[in-house]
């Protein structure tokens, strides 16, 4: 009966220090200390409420990292329960222990928004301690219920600035817990449960049996866009059941759960506190206070004993939380729960750390192996590369928490021929928890570059990030989304059939509302005033002003034959079904379409993309335009340029939109999202010389029917059934696949001022709401070498006397070569290797080269500032050892670590060898980490700083060395890093680098002095046969 837990799961990540320090656990009352107790939770993606004892109000905005308090005034009372609303404005209701409601209208930054704090009281109704409150999705209605049983509404009118209350209910026990939606006051008491239909001002009670005992046992309304007459309700039940019924309380089905519970309840990991742990659990269990979480038929329920996840739909037990304390307040949003209990402990229950959005349609509508698609920081890995300039885009988000979950690993692909390749990365991790961080990101759009170069043939793109990635997906209005469109208000969407969707811009979940339907294309100004739209069949092109998402609207007649319309906040550039290219110019709110002139162009055109006065164009064909000479007083502008950086980097778009900051977004065949920046109307090809790509496959997964993989896979399949070459079939089903969508060109990106905006095709789509890193590789050719040539392997050192790196690198293990990163030529200096030796590893450091030939000796060559290459190679006196033979070693700034055939390792204090007559530097063995038998370690790597130590077993376990410091080099015990086999380790100063038996590699993240053993692995796009980082240069080939 019982089913799998989810793959997921449901756990603490981090305790909450950033809320908790920001309350005080004392205040001066005159002469008196007193404590403060937390007595009241509530939350949402914007706020954390936290109600206490001493009648403060605690309100954390999650946007700015900022704490305010709101004092109650007068009498000194605790508040009992607290209700957060976001809608037009931000509202937060209170009340008290005697009975006192209050209302909180907060001050906003965002235009049009209330810029004062002000405060509406409910006095005189209720007599004694409110116990639960609700509001309407509008904040126009606020309901509060106290414990004798009275139910009050109060009338909100926040222009006018007055609340009218009523009393609207009288119950003969205390009431639970309230909900509203669509005119109905869903209400609990400790008897039952009744629906309230505040327009008839009747009710109904939930079922016909009465309940066999009293408690406090409460009902929510299932979440969804509908109609009164369609909505439904879980309402807890004595005796763990728990009934869903229709709007007239009509009992649907009863979930007997007690079953379930028969088994061990799966409980919640917790992050490990001090303390005593266990507390009192009652003999029988009982549901209690209910809300639907995260899934449709999951319902989180809880009482002051305990706290359970339950999937009604597979009646299966998610997860719980027992014998942890006196439960005294839950608030669940999104895919987080938030837990108050005891005196001042809160808790977070989530699936990604706190930073890292989530949305529950993704979980249903994904794969198992792309479910986890949080993580927090990805940087790219840098191939024999220089750091030339860095840009970001850093969007409206905030990271608190370093610490990501569980991975599943999808495979990935690697064109190694193209510049575009499409990869398919994956998170990895660890159990591994680490400290909370408050970094305060910026709430605009802004843009870092980071230039890779890599040395080698093959060319790859992969992204990059010192800051969290963070991803929120959404579903659609249903039917597929063929164009995307999005303003800082609204977000539109056209789905295959013709309808014609919009939805405003809340911080939770869409409302999608139906706009027009048979509609071909669609076409929004980037400020939302003019909206124009192509009809299906007659493919004219209607323009309206004043765009309203209710009531009545004007539709002008702007043009026949339209294919295809771009709008910019006051011209209108449309392709016409002929290939012609027209323009409209002076337009406005009151003037939405204008006469049409012709405008040159060099083919035909599939897509445009206009803002301010930059237009770009996609032809037919795939090849980018852009429009030179525009500007406020010449809106046709004067000449089209080909954009011959898109052609020299092979991509290949077939949407492009232009966004906030001067830049410049297009979406590939193979679903790719690359950038440009700096396009303004005097440089509207952007100050790049290239694209910037962002890897978003660990976020936005394509379907298998879409557009794009329908054109990948039938060029494979043609190429394979006729034999031809795949380049010849692919370009031969573009042309047929462009003639017939011509007139259907799908517009999948878009972007505003908080985000960019990636429809994949189906139903669903994702915003980027963290730090995106465009990246771009670059092959680098050694001077006197050829591009094809292969190189065995290539690793880094600091240069003695100047800046840069050397970069160490051979063909085979009989040759080796050095070049100086800094050397714009590159060219490639020959390193005499001793005589009849084949060197099996080498490792290098800021004054020595050692090496390891393949019978075993260490050979080192010193490096000075006079000759940073070294003269010659002095072997190494390795008698201690005794006929220990070394399988592996790296070179830190002073120390040596080595490991031999056994799997033991070694460490040594210094890099030099030392005149034969002086003292020779000790080697001190290190117990290796306790292994299975036939297990030993094969690998070594030191940072180049000294200060960690990782290791690789002969079955690729991952191991890392703990309790390194200036006192203690040779740390102090050995931690096991699961995730992921390896088969080449590497450390720069701060993190570690993997590359797996497949060629794929991985970086670890979240480390640090007090957790060497980092948080989670992440995966970077691509395959390498060898790689090497030093500080910040990471080189592969």
């Known amino acids: ?117 002000r405060r509406f009281d409910v006095v005189g109704l209720h007599k004694s301690t409110v116990t639960a409150l609700a509001w309407s999705a509008n904040g126009m209605k606020l309901f509060s219920g106290d414990d004798k049983g009275k139910v009050v509404y109060s009338a909100v009118d926040l222009d006018q600035g007055v609340c009218n209350p009523v009393v609207v209910l009288e119950e003969p026990s205390a009431i639970v817990q309230l909900e509203y939606s669509q005119k109905v006051l869903l209400v609990s008491t400790c008897q039952r449960s009744l629906l309230f239909y505040t327009q008839e001002q009747c009710l109904q009670q939930l079922g016909t049996k009465p309940r066999k005992s009293n408690g406090k046992f409460g009902a929510c309304f299932q979440p969804g866009l509908c109609k009164q007459s369609d909505l439904l309700v879980y309402a807890a039940r004595p005796g763990l059941r728990l009934w869903r019924t229709d709007v007239r309380g009509r009992v649907q089905e009863t979930h007997v759960l007690k079953p379930l519970f028969n088994q061990d309840v799966p409980q919640f990991e917790l992050f490990p506190r001090s303390g005593p742990t266990g507390a009192y659990r009652p003999a029988e269990r009982q549901l209690g206070l209910v ?19 339950l999937d009604c739909t597979n009646q299966v037990i998610i997860g719980g939380l027992e014998s942890c304390g006196d439960i005294v307040s839950v608030s669940c949003s999104e895919n987080e729960i938030f837990i108050l209990k005891g005196d001042r402990d809160i808790m977070r229950i989530s699936n990604c750390p706190e930073g890292l959005l989530s949305n529950s349609k993704i979980f249903c509508g994904c794969s198992e192996e792309v479910q986890e698609e949080f993580s927090q920081a990805l940087e790219a890995l840098e191939v024999a590369e220089e750091v030339e300039s860095q840009q970001r885009i850093s969007l409206d988000i905030r990271s608190r928490s370093s610490s990501v979950t569980s991975w599943e690993s999808t495979q990935g692909a690697f064109t190694a021929s193209t510049p575009a390749t499409e990869a398919s990365a994956s998170e990895l991790s660890s159990s591994r928890y680490s400290a909370i961080t408050q970094e305060d990101f910026q709430q605009e759009l802004v843009v870092k570059q980071v230039k890779l170069k890599k040395k080698g043939k093959r060319r790859r793109q992969g992204g990059c990030n010192g800051l969290a990635e963070s991803w929120m997906g959404y579903s659609g209005p249903g039917s597929g989304i063929h164009s995307l469109m999005v303003t800082d208000r609204h977000v539109w969407c056209l789905d295959f059939k013709g309808g014609l969707y919009c939805s405003g811009l809340p911080n939770g979940s869409l409302s999608w509302q139906k706009f027009e339907e048979n509609v071909q294309q669609v076409a929004l100004s980037p400020s939302g005033s003019l909206l124009w739209k192509v009809e299906q069949k007659t493919m004219t092109a209607y323009a309206c002003g004043k765009v309203t998402i209710k009531g009545k609207r004007h539709w002008y007649k702007a043009l026949d034959e339209t294919a295809f319309v771009a709008l910019s906040d006051d011209t209108a550039w449309i392709i016409r079904t002929s290939g012609d290219l027209y323009l409209q110019t002076g337009l406005s709110v009151d003037r939405p379409c204008a006469r049409a002139v012709k405008v040159d162009c060099p083919c035909p055109m599939a897509q445009m993309a206009a803002q301010g006065s930059v237009v770009w164009a996609l032809s037919e064909q795939r090849a980018l335009f852009y429009r030179e000479g525009l500007s406020s007083y010449c809106a046709e502008g004067e000449q089209w340029k080909y954009d011959k950086v898109s052609e020299n980097q092979g991509l290949e778009p077939i949407c492009i939109a232009l966004g906030e900051n001067n830049t410049l977004w297009a979406l590939d065949t193979s679903g ?56 010849r079939v692919a370009e031969r089903l573009r042309v047929a696949f462009l003639s017939q969508h011509s007139q259907c060109q799908p517009s999948l990106v878009s972007a505003n001022s908080s985000g960019v905006w990636i429809a994949s095709g189906r139903n669903d789509f994702h915003v980027a709401k963290g730090s995106l890193v465009g990246t771009y590789w670059r092959t680098v050719v050694p001077r006197g070498t050829a591009s094809a040539t292969k190189w065995a392997f290539v690793f880094s050192s600091a240069v003695p006397s100047k800046e840069g790196s050397l970069l160490w690198l051979g063909q085979s293990r009989k040759d080796l070569f050095c070049v100086w990163d800094q050397d714009l030529q590159m060219r490639p200096l020959t390193i005499q290797l001793p005589p009849d030796v084949e060197m099996i590893q080498l490792s290098a450091c800021r004054d020595a080269l050692w090496g390891l030939d393949h019978h075993g000796r260490v050979h080192i060559r010193t490096l000075s500032a006079s000759c940073p290459t070294g003269m010659h190679w ?20 002073q120390n040596v670590w080595a490991c031999d055939a056994n799997g033991l390792v070694y460490f040594r204090v210094g890099t030099q060898p030392l005149n034969p007559s002086m003292m020779l530097p000790a080697w001190i063995c290190i117990e290796p980490p306790e292994q299975p038998v036939g297990v030993h370690l094969v690998r070594i790597q030191t940072s180049p700083n000294d200060r960690m130590l990782w290791a690789l077993d002969s079955r690729g376990n991952v191991h890392v060395r703990t309790g390194i410091t200036d006192e203690m080099p040779v740390g102090t015990a050995w931690e096991h890093i699961p995730g992921l086999q390896a088969s080449q380790l590497v450390l720069s100063t701060r993190t570690a680098w993997v590359r797996c038996p497949n060629g794929e590699v991985a970086r670890r993240y979240g480390i640090s002095e007090k957790n060497p053993a980092g948080d989670y692995w992440k995966k970077i796009p691509g395959l390498v046969n060898w790689l090497h980082t030093h500080n910040a240069l990471h080189n592969a080939g």
């Not at 962002?694 to 054109?711: A, K, M, P, R, S």
């Not at 002095?874 to 700034?893: A, E, I, M, N, W």
Request: aromatic letters at 12%; charged letters at 15%; hydrophobic letters at 40%.
């Open 672 to 727: 790719s999202l690359w950038f440009r920046t700096g396009i303004t109307p005097k440089k509207p090809q952007g100050e790049d010389e290239h694209w910037w790509q962002v890897n978003i496959t660990d976020y936005v997964v394509f379907e298998q029917g879409g557009l794009f993989q329908t054109l990948i896979q039938a060029t494979q399949s043609v190429a394979t059934a006729t034999k031809a070459p795949v380049e």
């Open 874 to 893: 002095t072997p190494l006196d390795l008698s201690q050892l005794g006929h220990v033979r070394l399988l592996s070693f790296s070179c830190g700034s």
């Open 291 to 309: 809300s639907c979480f995260l899934k449709e038929g999951w319902v989180l329920s809880w009482n002051e004993y305990s706290v359970y996840i």
């Open 1 to 117: 009966m019982a089913s799998q837990p989810p793959s997921v799961p449901l756990r603490e990540f981090c305790p909450l220090y950033y809320l908790l320090n920001a309350i005080p656990a004392k205040v001066q009352k005159g002469f008196r200390s007193v404590l403060v107790y937390l007595t009241a939770l509530d939350s949402n993606s914007d706020y954390i409420a936290v109600g206490s004892s001493i009648g403060m109000l605690y309100l954390y905005c999650r946007r700015v990292s900022q704490m305010n308090k709101y004092n109650l005034e007068g009498k000194c009372e605790a508040i009992t329960v607290v209700k957060l609303l976001s809608c037009f404005d931000d509202l937060v209701a209170v009340g008290t222990a005697s009975g006192r409601v209050a209302l909180f209208q907060l001050v906003s930054q965002l235009p049009g928004r209330n810029k004062q704090l």
